[in-house]
């Protein structure tokens, strides 16, 4: 006999308001998991196997922490942290840390545009510069030109790029026991390319454009929205409002530590066990899995470069832009029209000029990757220790500065970048 499921009209419902909590944390979660995070992640699985699994779990609460108070800064004080910085702190450092984070990020977008260029010739053969030009060009022009809340469910929508990676770690044969073993009780082995290669992963995974972009959307929300406010103005919204960026911030840094997990055992699974232990960029680990897991994990797996990239790109661009014009106090916001912007969106437009620019001139793209990991961690360090003595003002965050355990978890994560980066001068 058979026993028809009975129809739950509430059940869409459910599934919209669910959908309606994820924003900024979802879209900031997903965009780590850019083509040069592929890349870091691809490499720790080839060249440690499994050893290395554990970073994620490591990492994950200390990157959602961070970017929760990233999220209050923004919801609390209806402005990004640029803007915060330049009214409570010196102008010095505040140009310091934007200087620093335009080359970094402008570096990182022609790093992604490359890869995704070089994905896409992979995939169906043509010039990866003109696929580069293409990508620069639509990213662009969609970011500036879409209005907001399309513009915003267009990224919600491309977060759906990461599952390629879910798909390709089921594709291939795992010994998941053996994973799941590595990864609870490491063995962890102090030396040099080990250390090395966990200051990459978490200098990858805790990146400074992340925490001024998911600060400066929930500003944007705020603004764009006619019932919004700032929550030192409406008080009676806090929980609710707090409630949501939790779960915004939890489920969107849970979803990235997933896929680079995934990415891990992937490249762990094929390459390490074929003896191919040094991958440098996402094009040869999508290659280099062609003739080991087949056509069809190489196909996925290169799908999901030029996917992942279509949403960093404009998460770089854009926090590029909300700190430089926070910083000199030009009117910004993607909820504003360009004509309203001018400044603003030229600095998205010419920040994804300069990144694909970098594909066309003699720049090694492995040592720019570098200087760009060096950077962050300059910038990530001072950066952290800013928010952490931000939220704890009254004159700033008002009743909403931050409850003891997050608090808590804040400082560790700036302690664990500050370790990254002290192991990553000593190591280099």
């Known amino acids: ?55 994620m779990l490591f990492s994950w609460p200390l990157l959602a922490a961070i970017q929760e108070i990233s999220a209050r800064i923004g ?12 009214e409570h702190y010196p102008l010095a450092l505040l140009r310091a840390i934007v200087a620093l984070l335009l080359v970094a990020n402008i ?9 995704m260029g070089d994905a896409l010739r992979l995939l169906i053969g043509g010039s990866s510069g003109v696929y580069v030009v293409g990508f620069a060009v639509l990213c662009a022009t969609l970011e ?35 994973v799941l073993y590595r990864t609870l009780l490491p063995e962890i082995i102090w030396q040099h390319d080990y250390v090395l290669v966990i200051v ?9 454009y992340l925490f001024f972009w998911q600060a400066s959307e929930e500003a944007e929300d705020e603004r764009v929205k006619p019932d919004g406010h700032r929550l030192t103005e409406r008080s009676e919204e806090s929980r609710r409002e707090i409630r949501r960026i939790e779960f915004d911030t939890y489920v969107g840094m849970g979803l990235s530590h997933i896929v680079a997990f995934c990415i891990i055992v992937t490249t762990a699974a094929t390459l390490h066990q074929h003896g191919i232990t040094d991958i440098q960029t996402s094009e040869q680990a999508a290659q280099a899995l062609r003739p080991i897991a087949g056509e069809f994990a190489f ?50 437009a010419v920040a994804t000029l300069i990144g694909m620019a970098i ?35 009254r004159d700033i965050m008002g009743e909403f500065t931050l409850p003891r355990p997050l608090w808590v978890m804040g400082w560790l994560s700036t302690a664990a970048m500050a370790l990254a980066v002290a192991a990553m001068f000593a190591t280099s």
């Not at 919801?75 to 330049?86: D, S």
């Not at 209005?147 to 770690?169: G, I, N, P």
Request: glycine share 10%; hydrophobic share 50%.
């Open 359 to 393: 594909n066309f001139v003699r720049i090694d793209p492995i040592k720019a990757l570098f200087w760009t990991a060096v950077i962050n961690g300059v910038v990530a360090v001072p950066l952290m220790i800013v928010m952490m003595l931000m939220t704890m003002r």
């Open 1 to 55: 006999m058979l026993f028809r499921r009975r129809h739950d009209p509430q059940r869409p419902a459910r599934w919209r308001g669910v959908l309606h909590l994820l924003g900024p944390g979802l879209i900031t979660g997903a965009s780590d998991d850019d083509p040069s995070g592929i890349a870091t992640y691809s490499q720790t699985g080839a060249q440690f196997g499994y050893d290395l699994g554990w970073v």
């Open 144 to 178: 500036i030109f879409s209005r907001y809340d399309r513009y915003v469910r267009v990224l919600k929508w491309l977060t759906l790029s990461l599952f390629a990676y879910v798909a390709t770690v089921l594709i291939v044969e795992v010994p998941w026991r053996e």
């Open 200 to 208: 990459a992963v978490l200098g990858t995974t805790i990146s400074p």
């Open 299 to 348: 196909a996925v797996f290169a799908c999901g470069i030029v996917g992942t990239g279509l949403l960093a790109i404009p998460v770089l661009a854009g926090s590029a832009a909300y700190a430089l014009a926070e910083a000199m106090q030009w009117t910004y916001g993607l909820g504003r029209r360009p004509r309203e912007a001018k400044a603003f969106y030229g600095t998205i």
């Open 107 to 115: 570096i990182n977008l022609g790093a992604d545009l490359g890869a």
């Open 75 to 86: 919801r609390v004080t209806g402005k990004g942290i640029a803007a915060n910085i330049r």
